[in-house]
C-alpha cells in the first residue's frame, strides 16, 4: 500500500494505524538484521503514536493528511528523547532535547516514526558505509551498497520498512541512494524545507527531502515538510504551491533539457545512459520537447563542492568537543581532551573532510579555495538560469552507474565521482529529484534525475509522474 | 603614520616620550532577548536558566536574528556618525569551553556600521573604524587549583550569557593620554545611555574595555603595542595605560624591546601581566554565516533611526555652554549633562538666575537622587534669593536639599528654618558690638601681619556667627570687617 492509500485508509477508519504499524514492524524484523536500515526502531513509541492516531479518528477527528503512515528518519534528525547519532561514535549517548521542524510537521500530519535510519558518519558519503554503526545492505543484492548519504532511509522505503522516509541531501544524498534502491527520492529547493535541527553537515547546501515509492507519496510527503519556518532563517516565505493537485497535468508542451555535460561525464556507464535516453524518448512520446542542452559550469562542480563543504563542515562540526555533550575522552588539559575527544569520536572521512575544509578557509588560502569555490557557484548558477530561459526542466542520470559491490570504492576520489550528476542542484539550490526508471544490465535499478528552476518543484514532480507513468 | 600633536598628558610620561592609545569597546545591548533565539538577555540569574538549544549551540540548532539588536547597533551607528551599509554576519573560529559552537558569530569585512567619530568634551575628535554586532561567549568558571583554565581542578559553564547580543565599539589610535582615554570611556558610555542602547555598567561587564597602547619617541614612528584586558571601571583604564606607557619605556631605555601581546590588568598590584604572545596573527578561519542572510538597511529605514535619536550629550553640553556662556568643559556644564540635570540648569538660566551659580549647584550640591525631578522655577528662585542677599551660600544648600526631598518652594522652606539673612544694618550692629567687646583683638587684626590676621579673621566670624544665630553672610561679614579695619 502506498502512503496515499494507508492514510485515506486510517482516515475513513478502513483500517487502524495500529495495524498498518505492527505488519510494517514484522517487515523489519524480517529482514532488518540483514540490510541495517535503521540505527534504532522504536516500536514501542510507534505503536503507542498509532493507538493515539486511532484514537483521534475513532473520536471523529482527522489526525491529518498522513494519518498512521509509518516514516523512518535520517539519524540526523532531531527528535526530543531518541538518540541522534548521525552514525558517529562523538554523539554517544546524546538525546536532543527538541524535535526538528520537519519531525513537528510530520506529527501535526498524523505520520509515524518508526525510527532512526543509518547514514554515512555526518551524512558524509555516498555509500552508507561510512557509518560508525556499519553500513546498510541494498534491498536489491545485499552484497550492494544502497549508496549515500542517506542509504538507511532509502533501504527503508525499498524494503517497504516503511512507505516514506527523510533523508538529507548534500550534494547528492537523498536522490543517489533513491536512484541505487530504486525508489523516488527528491531534495527541495534550498529554503523550501526548514533546516531547523536538521545536524549540520553544510549549511548552504543542505536540504531535507522525501524517500517514497510513488511519485505521489513523494509529493504528498513534501506538501507537509515544506514552507517557511521562521526559525531557519534561510528559509523561504513565499507561499507554497500545492504539488499534488498538478501531478495528472502532464507534460505537453514543457521543454526539457539533456544536459549534455552530465550525461558525457566522467564515469557514467553505457547502461545508465542508455536508460536517461530512454527517459527522454518517453517524456517526447508525452508531448514534450526535449533537446540537448549545454551547461557548461557544471563541470566545475565536483571541485567547488569539494571546498564548499568541507569547509563550512570544518566549522559545523567544531562544537563536537567533549565539553557538552556526546563523547569524551578525558585528559590533563582541554586542548588535549579536545583532541582526544575529537581522534577518538570521529571516522576517517570525516576527519578527512575537516582537514579539507579547515585548509580551504585557513589565511593567504582563502582566496584561492573558498573564495573561488564561491565564484564557481555563481557561474554554475549563472549557466543554469541561461538553461532555464530556455527549458522548464533539464534531466540527466542520477549516478554514474547502479549500485557497486560493499568495498568497491575504497579510493575517496572514486567515491566522490558518484555525485557528480547532483552536486550542481546543490549548488544552484535548485530543486532536483531522481525517479526510478528501469534497470541496467546488471538488473538493478537505474534512476533519472529530473531538475528544475528554483521554487518549481510543480513543474519538476509533473515529469516525475509523467516518468513514472512511462514505466508502468 | 605618526602623530602631529604632542602628548597632552606628557607629565606621567618622561620628556620626549608620548604614547598612543585605540580602544575596543564591548557593549551588551539592552535588548530583551538573545541575539539569536528567545532566551532573555538577563544578568545575575541561575546558571543556565537562560538557555535553549541555540544557545547551548545543539546540534541541529539554527540562529533567528533578533530585530532589536540589530535597530540598537543601527542606532548606535548614526550616534557615533558612522555609515550604516548592507552587512554580513561571519563566523570566527576557535576553540574555546565558553564558546558552546566552538565559533562565534560576529561581523567581518562587511560590519554594520562603518567609519564615524566621537567628540571628546575636552575638544579632541577620535575616530570611529567601526561598530559591529556579535554574539557573547558564556562564562567559565574555575573551581580549585589556581582558579586558571590551566590549573584548576575543574571548570563550569555557565552559558547565560551565551548569545547576548554585544556591539564591538573600535576606535582609531586616536588618543594620546589615559585622560582622554578616560573620556573616550565616559563619553562613549554617556551616547550608550542615551541613545538606549546599553545600560554600560562596567563593573556588571555590560561595558568591557580593552586598551591598545604602544610609546614612541615624539616625532618617531609609533611602537608596538600590547592590547591590555580587564579593566573593570574607568579608573582602571586610566591606571592600566599610565603604567603600560611607562613599562613599555622602562623597556626601550634598557635597550630591550616590547612584545606584541595580550596583558592582563591586575587591579590589585596596579601593574599588567602577559596574558598570551600573539607570535602571529591569530587564524580565524572567519567565513560568511551561511545560517543568517545579509542585512541590507534601505534609506528608509536609517531616516527612521536618525528621526528617533535623542539629542546626544555634546549637543546637549554645547546648548547649556552656550545658554551659561560658560566653555562645553566647564565642570558644571559636563556635570549637569551627565546627570541628565542640563535642562534643569537651562531652564533656570533661561528663567533669570544667576548661570555661575545655577551650575554651582549642579555641579556640587545635585549629585543626589531624585535631583531630576526639581521644579526648575523653584530651582530658579532659591538662586534668585541667593544673589539677592535673601540666603547665605550655606543656607541655600540646605534649602536646596530639602527642595530636593520634599519638592517644597525655597521661600516656604527658608521661612520654616528661619533663614532670614541679616541686612547689612543688622550685620553693621553686630559687628560694632564685637569690635567694641574686643578691642585687644580688634588691634591685633588691624595691625598684625597675614598670619594673625588670618587667625584673627577666624575669631570674629566665629562671634558673628554666633550673635546671627548662623545667619550672616560669611561674605559679606569678611567684607565688613575689612572695611571697617581700612583693609
Given at each position: 500500500m502506498s502512503a496515499l492509500e494507508i492514510a485515506a485508509a486510517v482516515r475513513g477508519g478502513e483500517r487502524t494505524a495500529r495495524a498498518v504499524m505492527e505488519e510494517h514492524l514484522s517487515l523489519i524484523g524480517a529482514r532488518e538484521a540483514e540490510l541495517h536500515a535503521f540505527n534504532l526502531v522504536t516500536s514501542e513509541q510507534a505503536l503507542a503514536a498509532a493507538d493515539a492516531v486511532d484514537a483521534r479518528v475513532a473520536a471523529g477527528d482527522d489526525p491529518g493528511p498522513l494519518a498512521g503512515v509509518p516514516i523512518a528518519l535520517k539519524d540526523n534528525l532531531c527528535t526530543t528523547g531518541i538518540p541522534t547519532t548521525c552514525s558517529s561514535k562523538i554523539l554517544a549517548g546524546w538525546k536532543p532535547p527538541y524535535d526538528a521542524t520537519v519531525v513537528e510537521r510530520l506529527t501535526a500530519a498524523g505520520a509515524i516514526s518508526v525510527g532512526k535510519t543509518n547514514l554515512d558518519?555526518?551524512?558524509?558519503?555516498?555509500?552508507?558505509?561510512?557509518s560508525a554503526f556499519g553500513p546498510s545492505k541494498n534491498p536489491h543484492d545485499i552484497t550492494k551498497v544502497p549508496g549515500g548519504s542517506s542509504g538507511g532511509s532509502a533501504v527503508a522505503v525499498a524494503a517497504g520498512f516503511a512507505p516514506l522516509a527523510l533523508g538529507s541531501d548534500t550534494g547528492g544524498s537523498i536522490r543517489q541512494p533513491a536512484a541505487l534502491c530504486g525508489v523516488v527520492g527528491v531534495k527541495p529547493t534550498y529554503g523550501r524545507v526548514s533546516r531547523y535541527g536538521l545536524v549540520a553537515f553544510a549549511s548552504s547546501l543542505d536540504q531535507i527531502g522525501p524517500f517514497a515509492t510513488t511519485v505521489a507519496d513523494a509529493a504528498a510527503l513534501y506538501e507537509v515538510i515544506a514552507g517557511h519556518d521562521p526559525r531557519d532563517s534561510t528559509s523561504i516565505p513565499e507561499a507554497l504551491p500545492p504539488v499534488l493537485p498538478r501531478l495528472g497535468d502532464g507534460v505537453a508542451g514543457l521543454r526539457v533539457g539533456l544536459v549534455t555535460e552530465l550525461c558525457q561525464a566522467e564515469g557514467i556507464a553505457p547502461d545508465v545512459a542508455a536508460r536517461v535516453a530512454a527517459a527522454a524518448e518517453a517524456l517526447s512520446e508525452a508531448g514534450a520537447k526535449v533537446e540537448e542542452v549545454s551547461v557548461p559550469a557544471v563541470i566545475y562542480g565536483l571541485s567547488a563542492y569539494y571546498l564548499i563543504a568541507p569547509a563550512e563542515a570544518s566549522s559545523n562540526l567544531?562544537?563536537?568537543?567533549?565539553?557538552?555533550?556526546?563523547l569524551r575522552v578525558d585528559a590533563p588539559t582541554t586542548a588535549e581532551m579536545y583532541d582526544r575527544t575529537r581522534t577518538a569520536g570521529f571516522g576517517p572521512e570525516v576527519l578527512r573532510r575537516i582537514m579539507l575544509g579547515t585548509y580551504a578557509l585557513s589565511a593567504g588560502y582563502y582566496d584561492a579555495y573558498y573564495g573561488k569555490a564561491q565564484k564557481v557557484r555563481t557561474l554554475i548558477i549563472r549557466d543554469f538560469q541561461a538553461a532555464y530561459e530556455r527549458f522548464d526542466v533539464l534531466i540527466s542520470p542520477t549516478a554514474p552507474t547502479t549500485a557497486f559491490a560493499l568495498g568497491a570504492k575504497a579510493d575517496p576520489l572514486a567515491m566522490y565521482l558518484n555525485d557528480i550528476c547532483t552536486i550542481p542542484s546543490n549548488l544552484a539550490g535548485h530543486p532536483a529529484m531522481s525517479v526510478p526508471f528501469g534497470s541496467g544490465d546488471d538488473g538493478l535499478p537505474v534512476g533519472v534525475q529530473i531538475m528544475a528552476n528554483a521554487l518549481d518543484e510543480v513543474t519538476m514532480f509533473q515529469v516525475a509522474a509523467t516518468l513514472e507513468g512511462a514505466m508502468a | 603614520m605618526t602623530p602631529s600633536t604632542p602628548s597632552p598628558n606628557a607629565s606621567v610620561l618622561p620628556e620626549g616620550w608620548g604614547m598612543v592609545i585605540g580602544l575596543e569597546v564591548h557593549c551588551e545591548l539592552a535588548t530583551a532577548t538573545k541575539l539569536f533565539c528567545c532566551c532573555p538577555n538577563h544578568f545575575g540569574d541561575q546558571p543556565n536558566a537562560n538557555t535553549c538549544p541555540t544557545c547551548l549551540g545543539l546540534p541541529g540548532s539554527l540562529p533567528m536574528l533578533n530585530e532589536q539588536a540589530v535597530e540598537l547597533a543601527m542606532r548606535l551607528g548614526r550616534a557615533l556618525n558612522c555609515d550604516v551599509k548592507r552587512s554580513v554576519f561571519s563566523r570566527k573560529n576557535y576553540f574555546y569551553p565558553d564558546q558552546p559552537k566552538d565559533y562565534q558569530v560576529t561581523q567581518y569585512d562587511l560590519p554594520t556600521n562603518l567609519g564615524g567619530h566621537l567628540d571628546l568634551p575636552s575638544g579632541p575628535r577620535i575616530g570611529i573604524t567601526r561598530a559591529h554586532i556579535e554574539e557573547d561567549t558564556g562564562k567559565l568558571n574555575h573551581v580549585g587549583g589556581g582558579g586558571r583554565i590551566h590549573d584548576a581542578e575543574h571548570s563550569l559553564v555557565d552559558y547565560n550569557r551565551s548569545g547576548v547580543p554585544l556591539v564591538e565599539i573600535v576606535s582609531e589610535a586616536d588618543m594620546r593620554s589615559s585622560e582622554q582615554a578616560k573620556e573616550y570611556a565616559n563619553e562613549l558610555r554617556a551616547i550608550l545611555l542615551a541613545t538606549g542602547v546599553?545600560?554600560?555598567k562596567m563593573e556588571e561587564g555590560s561595558m568591557r574595555v580593552d586598551a591598545n597602547v604602544s610609546v614612541h619617541h615624539l616625532g618617531e614612528p609609533w611602537g608596538t603595542r600590547c592590547e591590555i584586558k580587564n579593566l573593570n571601571s574607568v579608573r582602571s583604564l586610566g591606571r592600566a595605560i599610565d603604567h603600560e606607557a611607562l613599562r613599555q619605556i622602562d623597556l626601550l631605555t634598557n635597550g630591550e624591546t616590547v612584545r606584541q601581546e595580550t596583558r592582563h590588568w591586575d587591579e590589585a598590584s596596579g601593574r599588567t601581566g602577559t596574558l598570551r604572545v600573539k607570535e602571529d596573527a591569530d587564524d580565524y578561519r572567519y567565513f560568511p554565516e551561511p545560517d543568517l542572510v545579509p542585512l541590507e538597511p534601505s534609506a528608509a529605514d536609517i531616516a527612521r533611526i536618525d528621526a528617533a535619536l535623542p539629542v546626544l550629550p555634546g549637543a546637549r553640553r554645547a546648548a547649556l555652554a552656550e545658554a551659561a556662556g560658560v566653555?562645553?568643559?566647564a565642570g558644571g556644564v559636563v556635570m549637569a549633562v551627565e546627570r541628565g540635570l542640563d535642562h534643569l540648569a537651562r531652564a533656570a538660566i533661561g528663567g533669570g538666575a544667576d548661570a555661575g551659580r545655577v551650575l554651582t549647584h549642579v555641579e556640587?550640591?545635585?549629585?543626589?537622587?531624585?535631583?531630576?525631578?526639581?521644579?526648575p522655577e523653584r530651582f530658579g528662585d532659591l538662586v534668585k534669593m541667593e544673589t539677592g542677599g535673601e540666603l547665605t551660600a550655606t543656607q541655600a544648600k540646605t534649602v536646596l536639599a530639602e527642595m530636593v526631598a520634599t519638592g517644597g518652594a525655597p521661600a516656604e522652606i527658608a521661612q520654616a528654618r528661619g533663614f532670614e539673612a541679616l541686612d547689612s544694618s543688622a550685620l553693621e550692629g553686630i559687628i560694632d558690638g564685637l569690635i567694641a567687646a574686643h578691642g585687644e583683638e580688634w588691634e591685633q587684626f588691624r595691625s598684625g601681619d597675614d598670619k594673625a590676621r588670618g587667625k584673627l579673621s577666624g575669631f570674629f566670624m566665629g562671634k558673628v556667627m554666633q550673635a546671627s544665630s548662623g545667619q550672616a553672610d560669611g561674605k559679606a561679614a569678611t567684607a565688613l570687617l575689612r572695611r571697617k579695619a581700612g583693609l
Open positions: 558518519e555526518f551524512a558524509m558519503g555516498s555509500s552508507t558505509e561510512n567544531a562544537r563536537y568537543d567533549g565539553v557538552r555533550y556526546g | 546599553s545600560d554600560a566653555p562645553a568643559t556640587h550640591n545635585l549629585a543626589v537622587d531624585g535631583a531630576e525631578t526639581l521644579s
